[in-house]
Every structure is written in structure tokens, then in C-alpha cells.
């Protein structure tokens, strides 16, 4: 089945390209189906590029997808076009009465600022709260899940000696979860951010289950004991080369950073090793499965 995305919006025409099943909205209403409304908060500065990586892994499944794009009002980003925001974005102000059976709210490159002065916290509390009584299930990335886990747990990041770039190999920590199903005992992910959340603190929280881990990166997927949040620390959806033009970005602009770890081929340095695609996609299509559609009622207004 497809995701159904505005007809123009940039995501369509690059994913039609890698033969994905893309059904714009006006075919979708001659459908007698109900699609799951899935909504993307989508706080990072490429808007277009991480919008197009959650399209391409959210369309990997059977289910039919109806994608809502929202933008925070209190801040608007520089580096998307404005045009493509008042087009294809909608404010939360426009959503907060309607209920979504997911919610996936990306990471922000603000980890080194404390969460309260961030320009938009109060806006973020709002849809924080709005995801836990108007969603099934949320879905939080990096960042995100770093401040959902502040909010709603009182669980602290902190600040690494260096940056945490590159791809490092994790653990599954619970034999048969189902958040996991279908991956290897051990996975790689990409991560690329300044703080962590310390393990202790999740496996002292009565309210979270601590899903996967790795000794590099530390908890990376951590899902609350009520099945409604999941929680991953690095970026599943990253592209091929994202780490890559994270890489050149920061030399360019004088920044301290080291070439991503476990990334390149060795004694090749050009060439990428793209070990976490299939992880990537079986995590989002078993959150859409077993997070979403399964627990979702049919009747959108009763969740």
C-alpha cells in the first residue's frame, strides 16, 4: 500500500524515482480505506531531506499512510524555503483538536542548550502533552527523544567530551520485542549529537524499558512500559551520505570534528558502508505494524 503525500511536495518525486508506491491525496479519497493519520514534527534545519528520508521508511509497508507535516509557530527555521513551509506544513495550532494514530517528532540541533530556554519549549510541552492524550503512539528521534524523556521522566542528558559521530554496532536487549522483530542480535545505527542520556537512568525508570544499547553510544532505543512512546537516540532514516555532508559542513565552517566513525570503507575513504538500512526499515514498519495499527481504534476520535 502507499504514503500518500501532497502531489508537488519535493519527497514525491524523489521517491517515485526509487520505484516507491507514492499515491497523491486526490487519488487517495476515491479509496474506500481508512488510512492511518500519521503526523512528523519536523524540527531539523534540511526539512526537505529529513521529510523525504521518514516518507521513504513510513512507505515501506502495506498500510495505507494519510501524512500530515507539522511546523512549530514559534520558531521558524532559516534553512527551509518559506514557500515550502506555508505550502505543505501545517502549525500545530491548525492540528492540536484532531487525534493521529502516530506521531513522529524528529531531532533539533539545539542539544547543547538547556531544554527550557530552547525558543520553542513552551510549544513543544504542548504537543508533548497533546501527544500523550491525542496519539497512539509517538515516535521521538535524537534530540526529540532526548527532551521527550526530560519531560515526561525528569531523565537528564549530558554533555559528551566530543561529539558522538559515526555508525556503531548495538545489542538487542529484549529477546522478543516487537519493536525489533526481524532485526540481528547485534545492528548498526548512525548517531551524530553532543549529549546522552545515561543508561542508569533508564533502567532505574519504572516506566521505560531499555530496548537496545551500545557501548559507544550508549541507550539508544528505549520504549515506555505503556507501548505509547518510543524512544531512539540515533537516526535510523539517515541517508547514505547524510554523515558524510554533516562532515564536510562542520570543516567548513572551522568546527572540531573527527571523520565518522566505522563509516567509510577501510583504505578507501570515499566509499560509505551502509550497514543500518535494514534495520531502519524494520523498525519503522514494525512500529507502524505492532505500535500503530494494531493498537490504533478504528474510529480515529475514540483514541
Known amino acids: 500500500m502507499p504514503i500518500i503525500v501532497p502531489k508537488d511536495i519535493p519527497a514525491s518525486k524523489i521517491l517515485r524515482a526509487e520505484n516507491i508506491f507514492v499515491m497523491n491525496d486526490k487519488r487517495a479519497m476515491t479509496q474506500d480505506i481508512r488510512p492511518l493519520e500519521i503526523a512528523i514534527l519536523n524540527l531539523m534545519p534540511t526539512k526537505i531531506v529529513t521529510e523525504t528520508q521518514l516518507m521513504r521508511l513510513l512507505s515501506n509497508s502495506p498500510l495505507q499512510i494519510n501524512l500530515t507535516l507539522i511546523s512549530t509557530e514559534t520558531y521558524v527555521g532559516k534553512n ?35 531544554f527550557e530556554e530552547v525558543k520553542y519549549w513552551k510549544e513543544l510541552e504542548e504537543i508533548f502533552e497533546f501527544a500523550k492524550n491525542s496519539v497512539t503512539s509517538t515516535l521521538y ?9 526530560h519531560y515526561f521522566y525528569g531523565i537528564e542528558k549530558h554533555l559528551l567530551d566530543k561529539k558522538l559521530f559515526g555508525v556503531y554496532k548495538h545489542k538487542k536487549l529484549v529477546k522478543y520485542e516487537r519493536l525489533l522483530k526481524g532485526t540481528d542480535d547485534r545492528f548498526f545505527m548512525p548517531h551524530s549529537r553532543h549529549t546522552t542520556v545515561y543508561e542508569e537512568d533508564i533502567k532505574n525508570c519504572k516506566d521505560l524499558v531499555l530496548l537496545a544499547s551500545s557501548k559507544q553510544a550508549g541507550a539508544t532505543i528505549i520504549r515506555s512500559k505503556d507501548n505509547k512512546f518510543i524512544f531512539i537516540t540515533g537516526h535510523a532514516e539517515y541517508d547514505r551520505d547524510t554523515l558524510e555532508k554533516e562532515y564536510k559542513r562542520d570543516l567548513e565552517k572551522g568546527l572540531p570534528i573527527d571523520p565518522p566513525e566505522n563509516y567509510y570503507v577501510e583504505g578507501n575513504k570515499g566509499e560509505i558502508k551502509m550497514t543500518w538500512s535494514s534495520t531502519a526499515n524494520l523498525i519503522y514498519m514494525n512500529w507502524l505494524n505492532h505500535y500503530v495499527y494494531q493498537l490504533t481504534p478504528y474510529e480515529i476520535e475514540d483514541i
Open 80 to 114: 527551509t524555503p518559506l514557500e515550502h513551509l506555508q505550502r505543505f506544513y501545517k502549525p500545530f495550532s491548525e492540528v492540536k483538536d484532531k487525534k493521529f494514530d502516530g506521531l513522529i517528532i524528529t531531532g533539533a540541533p539545539v542539544e547543547e542548550i538547556e
Open 141 to 149: 528521534i535524537c534530540w526529540g527523544a532526548q527532551a521527550a524523556l
